[in-house]
């Protein structure tokens, strides 16, 4: 029996659907394996294996979708870039979606729960990007958020996103659901020609630290892809934050993304930087990549990442990966 088969049965015991049959007609389960082996590293950590994983499940009908995706773990807690939770014991398992989405009429749709930011350029997920890890901006955007989004698709050149969440940090010693704040975010998605994206993100930051202080300020983001000529597609990407003077965090930063594919070779490269308010240091992360698939779900994919604080060289990193996604 294939495993999505199993896995299928298995989502459906989880959920609680009546027959096994109509469960696993209606559901769709995937996700990905990351197994990461750190060759070498200015730092530390020569010589580590690392691993994680996704398992993604989808629950679709006449009318509202279910989604979860469950983040999975280092239990052994021998990967330094996995924070087990503690006292978990086992295999850690993180949310990272849980939500119903209900849609209205064809070009519209409401959700609840935790989502995938779409604020920012880059996805979370080993499979959303051309290297190791995640990049210097997506640092700095929240990549799960918690609440009500709308979603208004009108025609195939416009997507909009309007969301109502919970606050990114909410203010030390909040103990009533008075005291949490709320946040507001918004994305509009244009494709003005084939090939061509242009997005718009802008996401409000009401946690306070004390009664003016803001952590992340409020934040602007516009990204560009351009995908013209054949096997080579280009982005970039300008963000805008605001936050309280001195604090230390993102202020401003920028990036550039660049992939190209000959005969099954991917060869990318990104390169951003960011500064900080006040002793913040300003960051350049510089990395490159060369990915390669093993059948239609498999890649093994070379990295190496450079990363630099304030012009001095902090590490460099080279990263042999195995990315299996189902």
């Given amino acids: 029996m294939r495993k999505s088969t199993v896995a299928a049965i298995a989502a459906a015991s989880l959920l609680g659907f009546g027959a096994v049959g109509t469960a ?3 559901t769709e389960v995937s996700g990905f394996a990351d197994i990461q082996y750190n060759a070498f590293d200015t730092e530390a950590d020569d010589g580590n294996f690392r691993a994680s994983g996704e398992v993604d499940i989808i629950q679709k009908g006449d009318g509202p979708t279910f989604r979860a995706d469950l983040d999975l773990m280092d239990a052994l807690n021998t990967s330094p870039q996995v924070d087990i939770p503690t006292g978990t014991g086992g295999l850690g398992v993180d949310i990272e979606q849980l939500f119903v989405e209900v849609p209205v009429m064809d070009m519209a749709s409401v959700k609840a729960g935790i989502f995938d930011s779409p604020f920012g350029f880059e996805g979370q997920d080993a499979t959303d990007y051309n290297f190791a890890a995640n990049g210097l ?11 009500g989004m709308v979603n208004v698709a009108p025609t195939d050149m416009l997507d909009i996103n309007l969301g109502y969440i919970n606050s990114r940090i909410n203010p030390p010693g909040a103990s009533a659901l008075g005291d949490v704040a709320n946040d507001f975010v918004a994305t509009v998605g244009v494709t003005p020609i084939e090939g061509v994206g242009v997005n718009l993100g802008y996401i409000t930051d009401n946690g306070r630290v004390g009664a003016t202080q803001s952590f992340f300020g409020d934040q602007f983001d516009i990204n560009a892809t351009v995908d013209l000529v054949e096997n080579l597609s280009v982005s970039v990407d300008y963000m805008l934050g605001d936050p309280a003077t001195g604090t230390g965090f993102f202020d401003n930063g920028w990036g550039v993304h660049a992939a190209y594919t000959w005969m099954d070779i991917t060869a990318a490269v990104r390169y951003e930087g960011a500064t900080f308010e006040g002793t913040g240091p300003d960051q350049t992360w510089i990395s490159g990549s060369l990915s390669y698939p093993l059948g239609d779900m498999t890649t093994v994919r070379l990295d190496l990442t450079d990363i630099s604080v304030d012009t ?3 590490s460099t990193t080279g990263t042999v990966q195995l990315v299996h996604a189902y």
Avoid at 137 to 147: A, R
């Fill in 137 to 147: 901006l997506w640092q700095w955007v929240p990549s799960v958020i918690v609440g």
């Fill in 24 to 26: 696993m007609a209606d």
């Fill in 312 to 314: 001095v060289n902090n």
